[in-house]
């Protein structure tokens, strides 16, 4: 690299940085944003804001409404997504989750994750969350994605301040130490109205041949269908499709040895 390509790689890989928070503004289906709004979530100037909306929307990452002129994302990213949903054969996934959602009366998420999140990546609901994020600490499928963490990705003191959204979520960090311990020992995580009141979560991992989750796969519903009559049961489809998963998924150098 020259010296003058040198000079001016900081400032290069400062606008790419830019123009990729503005892309992660439109996390979890949010609505259409104007300048002004991306230029108050990222704390930059309007006309810096515009400058970074217009260059994604010249390279298809963004779409502007001719009608209110806000923004929202373009095809190019559609194009990636479909493209990556592919290459990591997650449309394969889909007839497994299906089939568990059908068998236990539940919607099926899997997720892996990205940071403090977990992003669904596949569900067999009729309406699946695809590219929800979800938090890590008040949720089934972070808390599994933390407790068979893989390495560089961090345990729970990597998090930042725990928020609390309901009166059940864990928001001390020696809690969910404690917590994650559990989900470890007992092979699977519980929600239990930590995001949300009358939602109730079970999750296990898909594991890899080192012992790291992958994905995370949960069974979701209502307090009324995930009982403690039924956990054992539950547990027993979910785990069942993770495997499956794990062969569908990962390749065989990749993979646990079969169970025997």
């Known amino acids: 690299m020259t010296e003058a390509a040198t000079a001016r790689a900081p400032g290069g890989a400062q606008a790419v940085r830019r123009a990729l928070d503005v ?4 996390h979890d289906n949010g609505p259409d944003l104007s300048a002004s709004d991306l230029a108050r979530r990222l704390e930059l100037s ?14 298809g990452f963004l779409e502007q409404d001719p009608r209110t002129s806000r ?22 996934a889909a007839p497994e989750l299906a089939d568990l959602a059908e068998r236990t009366g539940a ?3 899997l997720a892996l994750r990205s940071g403090p999140h977990a992003v669904i990546v596949a569900g067999g609901s009729v309406t699946p969350k695809v590219g929800l994020r979800r938090p890590l600490h008040s949720t089934a499928l972070g808390k599994v994605l933390l407790a068979w963490a893989r390495p560089g990705e961090g345990g729970p003191d ?16 020696a809690a969910l130490r404690a917590e994650l311990a559990r989900v470890r020992a007992d ?22 041949g080192a012992g790291h989750a992958r994905f ?6 209502t ?5 403690p009559e039924r956990t054992d049961w539950l547990l027993t489809q979910a785990r069942s499709c993770a495997r499956a998963l794990e062969v569908l998924l990962l390749s065989p150098a990749e993979r646990r040895p079969p169970a025997r």
């Open 23 to 26: 892309l992660h503004c439109f």
């Open 158 to 173: 990597s998090l930042p301040p725990l928020p609390a959204f309901t009166d059940r979520t864990i928001v001390e960090p």
């Open 46 to 59: 309007v006309s810096t804001a515009h400058r970074l909306a217009r260059t994604l929307l010249g390279a």
């Open 107 to 109: 919607t099926t998420d």
């Open 223 to 227: 307090p009324s269908v995930i009982t």
């Open 187 to 208: 092979e699977y995580a519980l929600n239990d109205g930590e995001s949300a009141y009358g939602v109730r979560t079970l999750a296990v991992p898909v594991l890899d």
């Open 71 to 92: 923004y929202r994302l373009g095809p190019s990213v559609t194009e990636l997504g479909r493209l990556s949903y592919h290459q990591r054969g997650l449309h394969l």
């Open 216 to 221: 995370a796969l949960a069974v979701r519903a």
